[in-house]
T-cell receptor, first 113, second 114 residues
Framework: QQPVQSPQAVILREGEDAVINCSSS?????VHWYRQKHGEAPVFLMI?????EQKGHEKISASFNEKKQQSSLYLTASQLSYSGTYFC??????????????FGKGTKLSVKP | DTEVTQTPKHLVMGMTNKKSLKCEQH?????MYWYKQKAKKPPELMFV???????INESVPSRFSPECPNSSLLNLHLHALQPEDSALYLC?????????????FGPGTRLTVL
């Protein structure tokens, strides 16, 4: 089941903050966050695992509510370089086994000067 | 080295051609993936190789044929493609199979089928 991302698009001024949300209807083992700039490959930002472990870039923060099967990505003091499409990937959990990533439809973030 | 490389960068082929896409990683990762991405859409998983064995085939048509010659290389053989197969083809790798490890993506091959 594809996770649902919101909002679909957001426009910010430099220095403003943004939150991108991701929710799944299925039990999750992990949530991944990637950013993709136009014409480029997705770049890993953050992984949040069942049980609380997380790994990612120092300047990126995210949360993972396992019970609600939701994750949020927090972008603070945005910079022009933050522009791109943000994808969350849900890692389903099938009774002890991990499934493969399923990406949400993406959130297009535009940061203006 | 945290890089996944893909060749070629661009490929234009006719519907009767046979071509191959190549992917390489030297991070010692045990899982490698092929994704297809259409414009303004998320990547869609096609194949997963886990410890050099095909573990997932997401109902991909047989005109796409993956191959994993060794732990560092992944190929995607293309034959008799359709115009709707035109897309960005992304290769990725992760330390372990499954969704517990972050994936590193290559730059992709932009495929156009005429």
């Amino acid at each position: 089941q594809q996770p649902v991302q919101s909002p679909q698009a957001v426009i910010l001024r430099e220095g403003e903050d943004a939150v991108i949300n991701c929710s799944s209807s299925k039990a999750l083992y992990s949530v991944h966050w990637y950013r993709q700039k136009h014409g480029e490959a997705p770049v890993f930002l953050m992984i949040l695992l069942k049980g609380g472990e997380q790994k990612g870039h120092e300047k990126i923060s995210a949360s993972f509510n396992e019970k609600k099967q939701q994750s949020s990505l927090y972008l603070t003091a945005s910079q022009l370089s933050y522009s791109g499409t943000y994808f969350c990937g849900s890692g389903p959990y099938y009774g002890g086994s991990q499934g493969n990533l399923i990406f949400g439809k993406g959130t297009k973030l535009s940061v203006k000067p | 080295d945290t890089e996944v490389t893909q060749t070629p960068k661009h490929l234009v082929m006719g519907m009767t051609n046979k071509k191959s896409l190549k992917c390489e990683q030297h991070m010692g990762h045990r899982a490698m993936y092929w994704y297809k991405q259409k414009a303004k859409k998320p990547p869609e998983l096609m194949f997963v190789y886990s410890y050099e064995k095909l573990s997932i085939n997401e109902s991909v048509p047989s005109r796409f044929s993956p191959e994993c010659p060794n732990s560092s290389l992944l190929n995607l053989h293309l034959h008799a493609l359709q115009p709707e197969d035109s897309a960005l083809y992304l290769c990725a790798s992760s330390q372990d199979p499954g969704a517990g490890s972050e994936q590193f993506f290559g730059p992709g091959t932009r495929l156009t089928v005429l």
